[in-house]
């Protein structure tokens, strides 16, 4: 029954997406299947973190044993990346039947919603690589349509960029799954990870390599290959926004931790990009925040910047080095969601998310902006708080490893973290407001007490759920290092799919 | 047929350079070809000898075809297909919002920082 039980968090959403086409036009229906589905859904990936834990849990699809048929695999780095999109699309789904109007619903929002986050599971998921292609298929076109809805002209100008990048990315990816199968005529990941060192030809794995690895860097938007994320991600509401930054651009570091720990072992040269490219990523990330006045475009560099640290991790390629960048992940994915959904919810108050035109908040909103300020410190990494630690980690390793080039650029984009967003909590919090407030411009306090709570709840729990990855850094520590240790020798996930050998 | 994977790739990429929203898709649809064919060539092209094994025998005594690259290419061309409808359905979007095909008649946002 548990190896089967593998498929429940891609099941459960299907099931719900599609019941949802049953309530096309029915608006609170499709609210309140949607909360139903991503609570079970959560629950499932629960149990599925838990039973984890110990065990591989493997799934052969349609009994073909592997390498032959398609495998599902859920090892540790799986069910933690599991169990943190079933808390932000959870979050993230009960805010947005507030947050969106209904038109958006009507189009088909919470279908989409939750095909988006279907194929987001089975990424995480899968073990093979044709198989992982597809289900970033499922992402892509999810998205597009997401992206899209309700086209504006801006929002529209954004998609345009979205769609032609993520198109040629897939292109690219197809490409080298095209080579690989060629050299080695295999699609499984760990019967690639088997075959992959025996190959005469080390040039073509090297390419190979490189073209996974621009393909992955679109989606994760790196250093050259970034500019569609700031032209776009500012477009679509934010809560959709929340879904794209915290899942979107970590999917594809997910891809690339997977390819880059199992089947390819990177080389001095790969290594060396990962440095460039991630000392590149975090200061172009770092300077277009500096003169930003928009929030929702000063939170897209933040995230272009910031995958530069997870890519300074993999760069480094230590086990302690890994340790970091997975907790970075976790802490990464809940705090970008948590803070595009404020986005949201300060444009509700004051109509505006320019910095000049806000100011004000902390004396209207006290309690709120206490808890936005939780957040935006555990953003920048002040000590006790889930930034933190990771860094640490980070910057260890690079001293360690001598990589001082790289330890500048890691705080140097630490330090402009730091400043903007100072600099955001004094212009939007403390400052005077610039005009006076009127019963009109604050949408928020007309709104019903269940639809303010439907709005706060969400931020509350992911403010908790970062306080508990800062406050309760021993336990994530732990599970970090299991997960890097498994990522680091990747013997223990061959040996368990192949062989059928589950036991960590 | 390498050079037909070579031609198609960089008519593509050359395509996508350009201005025209048009030549874009096309550029895209080019790729997408040639990516297709990439896999049915580097997974080894076998004449004639269909993967069903013959009544008579348990086994295969023959080297046969690999049907998994053809697999492969017909879920990419599926894939490719319903992401090109989107694309010509957004692009005709973005032609009746903006009135123009010229891609750079898109590049007005940086105006406010």
């Given amino acids: 029954m548990m190896t089967n039980f593998i498929l429940a968090p891609i099941f459960v959403h299907m099931i719900t997406a599609i019941l949802l086409l049953f309530f096309w036009q029915k608006v609170q229906a499709q609210k309140i299947i949607s909360i139903i589905g991503n609570v079970v859904a959560f629950a499932a990936c629960v149990l599925l ?18 390498p032959f048929g398609i495998t599902f695999v859920a090892d540790t780095f799986s069910s933690i990346m599991v169990l943190l999109t079933a808390i932000v699309s959870l979050t993230v789904g009960i805010y947005s039947t507030v947050a969106l109007n209904v038109s958006r619903i009507k189009f088909g929002y919470f279908f989409l919603f939750h095909f988006l986050i279907m194929g987001l599971m089975g990424v995480f998921l899968t073990g093979d690589i044709f198989n992982l292609y597809v289900w970033f298929e499922v992402v892509i076109i999810s998205s597009f349509v997401l992206l899209t809805l309700g086209g504006k002209k801006m929002q529209m100008e954004g998609a345009v960029k ?24 295999t699609l499984n990941m760990a019967d690639l990870a088997i075959k992959i060192p025996n190959i005469q030809n080390k040039g073509l794995v090297s390419v190979t390599a490189l073209l996974f690895f621009a393909g992955f860097g679109i989606k994760s938007a790196v250093f050259p290959l970034y500019f569609w994320l700031p032209s776009s991600y500012h477009t679509p509401p934010s809560a959709i926004a929340a879904i794209f930054s915290g899942l979107l651009t970590k999917m594809g570091i997910y891809a690339m931790i997977r390819v880059f720990t199992l089947i390819f072992t990177p080389d001095e040269f790969i290594l060396n990009v990962f440095i460039g490219i991630a000392v590149m990523t975090l200061i172009t990330g770092a300077l277009g925040t500096i003169n930003k006045r928009s929030i929702r475009r000063l939170m897209s560099y933040l ?19 890994m340790v970091g960048v997975i907790f970075y992940l976790m802490h990464d994915m809940i705090v970008k969601s948590n803070l595009l959904m404020i986005t949201g919810i300060i444009q509700k108050i004051r109509e505006t998310i320019d910095m000049q035109r806000l100011g004000g908040l902390y004396s209207d909103y006290p309690k709120l902006s206490l808890l936005i300020a939780v957040v935006l410190f555990s953003l920048v990494g002040i000590p006790p708080l889930s930034g933190f630690w990771p860094k640490i980690y980070l910057f260890g390793e690079a001293f360690k490893s001598g ?4 330890l500048g650029a890691i705080i140097f984009a630490s330090f402009i973290t730091l400043f903007v967003v100072a600099r955001m909590w004094s212009e939007v919090f403390w400052k005077p407001s610039p005009k006076p407030l009127t019963e009109e411009i604050d949408h928020f306090a007309q709104l019903k007490f269940i639809n303010k709570f439907a709005l706060i709840f969400p931020i509350t729990v992911l403010t908790l759920v970062s306080l508990y990855i800062g406050f309760g850094a021993e336990t994530i520590i732990n599970l970090a290092h299991k997960t890097a240790y498994e990522l680091m020798n990747p013997s223990l996930y061959i040996e368990a799919v192949l062989n059928g050998n589950t036991t960590k | 047929m390498v050079l037909l994977v070579g031609i198609l790739y960089s008519a593509g990429i050359y395509l996508m350079l350009r201005r025209s929203m048009v030549k874009l898709l096309i550029g895209l649809l080019l790729l997408g070809n040639g990516a297709n064919i990439l896999i049915f060539l580097t997974g080894g092209l076998t004449k004639g000898k269909p993967p069903i094994i013959d009544s008579a025998e348990k086994t295969f005594v023959d080297a046969y075809a690999d049907p998994v690259p053809q697999a492969l290419i017909l879920t990419a061309i599926v894939i490719s297909f319903a992401l090109t409808a989107f694309a010509i359905i957004l692009l005709k979007k973005v032609y009746e919002t903006t009135g123009s095909d010229d891609l750079d008649s898109l590049n007005i946002q940086d105006l406010d920082i």
């Fill in chain 1, 49 to 66: 973190f838990r039973a984890a834990q110990d065990n591989f849990l493997i799934l052969h699809a349609g009994g073909w044993k592997a």
């Fill in chain 1, 403 to 406: 990589q001082y080039l790289l």
């Fill in chain 1, 303 to 321: 995230i272009v910047c910031h995958i530069g640290y997870l890519i300074a991790g993999m760069g480094i390629y230590t086990e302690l080095a």
């Fill in chain 1, 162 to 185: 979205y769609v032609t990048m993520n198109m040629l990315a897939s292109v690219i990816f197809l490409t080298a799954i095209g080579v690989l199968y060629g050299i080695t005529g």
